[in-house]
T-cell receptor, first 112, second 116 residues
């Protein structure tokens, strides 16, 4: 079963704009991870944020975590055509169990 | 260093057959887990192996099995294939130590299985 919901399910923006994707989850977590998946390919790890962290940055990516609301967001700034992909949040691992529980993902399309 | 390597990348099988997929984790990683991705169900956890022992298992029938070797390489097997087993099967690896709950989990490119 899925941990939670991602919002929106699909997002289409112009190149250069910022893209924000949201993820909600249901249970307490230790970690939350964001992944990118290009069509037909594997998952590329973007960022891991721990439950005691509120914000992390990596290049043009910014992830926030609000454990009181059980939600996270991924912001991609200055989007590029190459950012076109599906983005997934996943909760886990927790206490050594290397299991991730994924949301349904957001399909992001960057229009040139 | 090399990432997670999965073979084969694509395969077509007939209903009732069995299939074995292989995964080589990142060097030094001892945990290997498997996921199934379908358009309808999304990404679903199958099982995880650590030091040759199955440590966690998802909600899949017994037709789905796996194993891990002493060099951490892993295989998963699906017996008596059904049409609904058509999916992208993803392998993931991490250090996996019990105290390292903040492990980053890395994925391979996946194996596309089509059952006809």
């Amino acid at each position: 079963s899925q941990q939670g919901e991602e919002d929106p399910q699909a997002l289409s923006i112009q190149e250069g704009e910022n893209a924000t994707m949201n993820c909600s989850y249901k249970t307490s977590i230790n970690n939350l991870q964001w992944y990118r998946q290009n069509s037909g390919r594997g998952l590329v790890h973007l960022i891991l944020i721990r439950s005691n962290e509120r914000e992390k940055h990596s290049g043009r990516l910014r992830v926030t975590l609000d454990t009181s609301k059980k939600s996270s967001s991924l912001l991609i700034t200055a989007s590029r055509a190459a950012d076109t992909a599906s983005y997934f949040c996943a909760t886990g691992p927790i206490q050594g169990a290397q299991k991730l529980v994924f949301g349904q993902g957001t399909r992001l399309t960057i229009n040139p | 260093k090399a990432g997670v390597t999965q073979t084969p990348r694509y395969l077509i099988k007939t209903r009732g057959q069995q299939v074995t997929l292989s995964c080589s984790p990142i060097s030094g990683h001892r945990s290997v887990s498997w996921y199934q991705q379908t358009p309808g169900q999304g990404l679903q956890f199958l099982f995880e192996y650590f030091s040759e022992t199955q440590r966690n298992k998802g909600n899949f029938p017994g037709r789905f099995s796996g194993r891990q070797f002493s060099n951490s390489r892993s295989e998963m097997n699906v017996s008596t294939l059904e049409l609904g087993d058509s999916a992208l099967y993803l392998c993931a690896s991490s250090f996996g130590g019990a105290r390292l709950s903040g492990n980053t989990i890395y994925f391979g490119e996946g194996s596309w299985l089509t059952v006809v």
